[in-house]
T-cell receptor, first 114, second 114 residues
Framework: GDSVTQMEGPVTLSEEAFLTINCTYT??????LFWYVQYPGEGLQLLLK?????DKGSNKGFEATYRKETTSFHLEKGSVQVSDSAVYFC?????????????FGKGTHLIIQP | EAGVTQSPTHLIKTRGQQATLRCSPI?????VYWYQQALGLGLQFLLW???????NRGNFPPRFSGRQFPNYSSELNVNALELEDSALYLC?????????????FGPGTRLTVL
């Protein structure tokens, strides 16, 4: 079945550092790919998405590119802030439109220190 | 535009009791998904409702059930509660006909089973 693998962390960085959170997936066909963010005590917020190979999703300074050849969707940000501290989830949706819900990675806990 | 809402925010029950959780989707969305986020287990797909029908369920026992009402709101019922049912239950809505299954999440209901 489909699966998503991401580094679990915690990942600790200093403010203004460069961020990369790796995400790789296993799926048949061409899934849609997503990054969600969860702040403490809250639900998930959609951060960005990409629906086909070579698409780049971007939002709030975060970017991720759908790489079919490496089955990856790594999240990057050039300069992180303390307010970016949260848990980040990589997820995929099967090409059929979602009968099995989203498949999530285990989440990466990001801590940004001032 | 109002987002996905869930109630109650917190729910405390004892073993063997029943819990009922509620979700209202974004206006115009006909699909509702339920997920369980248990400590150490990550996010797991529970149920998918669309147009009033249960379309698919994840690997959970039958005591997890629910329904979707004509206004597309949804209810999740958990019968014969067990300690391991303690988790954050997240509801998401989607306009899955777009083909990409972009899901928008509510804040969740924290269920504690004592």
């Amino acid at each position: 079945g489909d699966s998503v693998t991401q580094m679990e962390g915690p990942v600790t960085l200093s403010e203004e550092a460069f961020l990369t959170i790796n995400c790789t997936y296993t799926a048949t066909g061409y899934p849609s790919l997503f990054w969600y963010v969860q702040y403490p005590g809250e639900g998930l917020q959609l951060l960005l998405k990409a629906t086909k190979a070579d698409d780049k999703g971007s939002n709030k300074g975060f970017e991720a590119t759908y790489r079919k050849e490496t089955t990856s969707f790594h999240l990057e940000k050039g300069s992180v802030q303390v307010s970016d501290s949260a848990v980040y989830f990589c997820a995929l949706s099967d090409p059929g439109g979602g009968a099995d819900g989203l498949t999530f990675g285990k989440g990466t806990h990001l801590i940004i220190q001032p | 535009e109002a987002g996905v809402t869930q109630s109650p925010t917190h729910l405390i029950k004892t073993r063997g009791q029943q819990a009922t959780l509620r979700c209202s989707p974004i206006s115009g969305h006909t699909s509702v998904y339920w997920y369980q986020q248990a400590l150490g287990l990550g996010l797991q797909f529970l149920l998918w409702y669309d147009e009033g029908e249960e379309r698919n369920r994840g690997n959970f026992p039958p005591r997890f059930s629910g329904r979707q009402f004509p206004n597309y709101s949804s209810e999740l019922n958990v019968n014969a509660l067990e300690l391991e049912d303690s988790a954050l239950y997240l509801c998401a809505s989607s306009d899955w006909t777009s083909g990409h299954n972009e899901q928008f999440f509510g804040p969740g209901t924290r269920l504690t089973v004592l």
